[in-house]
């Protein structure tokens, strides 16, 4: 069955760094895109950014965009995002999310059938 | 860019029918999805490409998507469908490509 297992969310202080990992298992990671989506507490969802099957196309959010990184290991069958200049809008759980296979031309467009349980990242002083 | 514009709350008595939509310049164009979600826990896919259901999901839960408007249906409504629900588009235009979502709707059952 497919499993997407977050770890290293925690406390940090705001301006310090942080790297997100995504431990998938259960299908072919390498075929696929994956993406970050978050949730502050007691608010919706935020998408954060996407990467495709092989990690030549990626794409953020705009108050994402220049702090942080999404990549992969494929190897590994591991997602990642490189947390940095971390702000206190950036406390949320943190969810990484199986998206479309990568053989469509619209991998992007795709629904996400499979979530993680999510990691809990809170910066604050 | 794109918004998606759901109302945040929808109340339903048991066996009754619950409609949350999902409003977008011309979304009938863009393919949508929904999300359960319940406290605690991680969204759960249960309608995709508009009105398509995975394996799992019952057939009360239905979708449809015409000119700016898409709808979640939810018919013979349970108090376990109480949960909020998000719509979710992908964002093509110009000056932003990206997944946007829907501010989401709490789904009372009365």
Request: proline residues 5%; contains cysteine.
């Amino acid at each position: 069955q497919v499993q997407l297992v977050e770890s290293g969310g925690g406390v940090v202080q705001p301006g310090r760094s942080l790297r997100l990992s995504c431990a998938a298992s259960g299908f072919t990671f390498s075929t696929y895109g994956m993406h970050w989506v978050r949730q502050a507490p007691g608010k919706g969802l935020e998408w954060v950014a996407v990467i495709s099957y092989d990690g030549s196309n990626k794409y953020y959010a705009d108050s994402v965009k220049g702090r942080f990184t999404i990549s992969r290991d494929n190897s590994r069958n591991t997602l990642y995002l490189q947390m940095n200049s971390l702000r206190p809008e950036d406390t949320a759980v943190y969810y990484c999310a199986k998206g479309g296979p990568g053989y469509s031309s619209s991998w992007y467009t795709y629904y996400f059938d499979y979530w993680g349980q999510g990691t809990l990242v809170t910066v604050s002083s | 860019s794109y918004v998606l514009t759901q109302p945040p709350s929808v109340s339903v008595a048991p066996g009754q029918t619950a409609w949350i939509t999902c409003g977008g310049n011309n979304i009938e164009s863009k393919s949508v999805h929904w999300y359960q979600q319940k406290p605690g826990q991680a969204p759960v896919l249960v309608v995709y490409d508009d009105s398509d259901r995975p394996s799992g999901i019952p057939e009360r839960f239905a979708g449809s998507n015409s000119g700016n408007t898409a709808t979640l249906t939810i018919t013979r409504v349970e108090a376990g469908d109480e949960a909020d629900y998000y719509c979710h588009v992908w964002d093509s235009s110009s000056d932003h490509r990206g997944v946007v979502f829907g501010g989401g709707t709490k789904l009372t059952v009365l």
